[in-house]
């Protein structure tokens, strides 16, 4: 089993900026990919980005690129979201989750390990 913790998230106005991070412990060497989705108040959670843990590729939201970017760090075993130019929109709970598969890496059934999510509110 993985475990995740998130932290980083609170309250920021439009246009700043966050920077959200995901500590892994457990059997974090069975890690294959790692991903960040939010869920806001009465919607589905939805794919925010992902990363593969071996070599670093990166996949995005359509809409997020550009804005957000997710990183890694091995030694450490944590995974990061920087999150620029925000908006009310952007207004979620985001989560941390990792799988040691890796099919279907952008839906929520890719992942079986999950973070408790850090809230992220935006004023506008």
């Known amino acids: 089993q993985v475990q995740l913790v998130e932290s980083g998230g609170g309250l920021v106005q439009a246009g700043g900026s966050l920077r959200l991070s995901c500590a892994a412990s457990?059997?974090?060497?069975?890690?294959?990919?790692m991903g960040w989705f939010r869920q806001a108040p009465g919607k589905e959670r939805d794919f925010v980005a992902s990363?593969?843990?071996?070599?670093?590729?990166?996949y995005y939201a359509n809409s997020l690129k550009g804005r957000f970017t997710i990183s890694r760090d091995n030694a450490n075993s944590a995974v990061y979201l920087q999150m620029n130019s925000l908006t009310p929109e952007d207004t979620a709970v985001y989560y941390c989750?990792?799988?040691?598969?890796?099919?279907?890496?952008?839906?929520?059934?890719?992942?079986?390990?999950w973070g408790q999510g850090t809230q992220v509110t935006v004023s506008s």
């Open positions: 457990g059997r974090t060497f069975s890690i294959n990919y």
């Open positions: 989750a990792a799988t040691t598969i890796g099919s279907r890496i952008t839906e929520t059934v890719g992942y079986h390990n």
């Open positions: 990363i593969t843990w071996s070599n670093g590729r990166t």
